[in-house]
């Protein structure tokens, strides 16, 4: 990935709970320079986050009126809204998905 001046990229599809690292390169007329090896960790999600969209402990209606309102683009999700949204792990959130947390909020 490559640009020029402050840059900042949102990356999308990492694994929660897991270590990356990652290194800037820049170049100019003089050549290429280098940053050190930087760390960072994704948060962990647990399973009980899957489909808990609104995060209040428990999959319901609410939950899958949100999820309809993120599938149709009418809200935007928080990272964490998006993890609990997407549970077939699709990194999109679409009516697959509603499908599955009525499912999931029928069975509780
Ligand atoms: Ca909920
Ligand atoms: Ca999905």
Request: net charge neutral; proline share 2%; no cysteine.
């Amino acid at each position: 990935m490559f640009s020029k001046g402050l840059f900042s990229f949102a990356l999308i599809g990492l694994t929660p709970n897991t270590t990356y690292e990652y290194k800037a390169e820049a170049h100019n007329e003089k050549g290429w320079g280098a940053g050190e090896v930087l760390t960072f960790t994704t948060l962990s999600v647990s399973n009980g986050n899957k489909g808990d969209v609104n995060g209040d402990g428990k999959i319901s209606v609410k939950d899958v009126i949100k999820t309809v309102n993120i599938a149709l683009n009418k809200i935007n999700p928080t990272d964490v809204e998006f993890t609990a949204a997407d549970v077939n792990r699709d990194n999109q959130i679409t009516i697959r998905d509603v499908v599955q947390i009525v499912n999931m909020a029928l069975q509780k």
